[in-house]
Nanobody, 131 residues
Framework: QLQLVESGGGLVQPGGSLRLSCAAS????????IAWIRQAPGKEREGVSC???????NYLKAVQGRFTIYRDYAENTMWLQMDNLKPEDSAIYYC?????????????????????????WGQGTQVTVSP
């Protein structure tokens, strides 16, 4: 069974940092495309990053230079390092996985996100950026 578990969220002041983790079981992260998606109350889900099975990552323009993806192959975990956080980054953050044999997700990620389905989707972790 494919499973993703996020952790690492919390309350942080503007300018602070958090590191979210996405731990996979039932499959290896480096064989799937992995996305981070966030959703704030009353808003549509927003794609934060998309990493393909080769490790190439694209970022939402609003987080470029502030957010960085790391992968720990031994732990089968992906990390989202978030620096210089802003109040508008507040949301529930999810990681999601797609088998590239079914869909080459990253090239169409932002375009198709509103209707995209995933092979695995975590439970989410809350990030709140507030003074």
């Amino acid at each position: 069974q494919l499973q993703l578990v996020e952790s690492g969220g919390g309350l942080v002041q503007p300018g602070g940092s958090l590191r979210l983790s996405c731990a996979a079981s039932g499959f290896t992260l480096d064989s799937y495309s992995i996305a981070w998606i966030r959703q704030a109350p009353g808003k549509e889900r927003e794609g934060v990053s998309c990493t393909n099975q080769f490790g190439s990552t694209n970022y939402l323009k609003a987080v470029q230079g502030r957010f960085t993806i790391y992968r720990d192959y031994a732990e089968n975990t992906m990390w989202l390092q978030m620096d210089n956080l802003k109040p508008e980054d507040s949301a529930i953050y999810y990681c999601a996985a797609t088998n590239p044999e079914r869909l080459d997700m990253c090239p169409v990620f932002w375009e198709r996100l509103p209707t995209m389905t995933f092979d695995s989707w975590g439970q989410g972790t809350q990030v709140t950026v507030s003074p």
